[in-house]
């Protein structure tokens, strides 16, 4: 199982934001590149246990991480929280969550859980331009 330590706005892991695509294949290994959506400006690599998203410029910009992973902030390991001690966590760096009904996102550092009928299904790391 691979361990992805969150560094906001910075890295995920071995993962840099601003990291070439080239590197991020290096480290991460096999990979296959499809298209998320059909408004997605670029391509995506699946890693199997994460989706790393580039910008225009092949920069990695946000890395979806699944249950088939680790994620690690300060210690705690998020896919062992609840829903609800999810939300309590980020509310500790951030009193301005956007809560929607299947996902709570902290633009302050960085992280957003996608969590239908309150089941944490995969954690969005990105960089701060990546709503930008």
Do not use: W
Not at 17 to 44: A, P, Q
Not at 56 to 66: M, T, V
Not at 95 to 110: E, F, N, P, R, V
């Amino acid at each position: 199982m691979r361990i992805f330590e969150i560094k906001a706005y910075d890295q995920v892991g071995l993962v840099k934001f601003g990291m070439e695509r080239k590197r991020v294949r290096e480290i991460l290994g096999d990979f296959k590149e499809f298209k998320k959506t059909k408004y997605s400006i670029n391509t995506t690599d699946d890693f199997a246990d994460c989706h790393v998203f580039y910008n225009k410029e092949n920069l990695c910009e946000a890395i979806e991480i699944f249950k088939e992973a680790k994620v690690l902030i300060d210690g705690t390991d998020l896919f062992k929280l609840s829903y609800e001690d999810f939300k309590r966590l980020l509310l500790k760096y951030d009193s301005d969550l956007k809560i929607t009904d299947d996902s709570i996102t902290s633009k302050k550092i960085g992280v957003s859980v996608y969590a239908p009928d309150f089941n944490v299904e995969s954690i969005l790391v990105f960089s701060k331009e990546y709503f930008d």
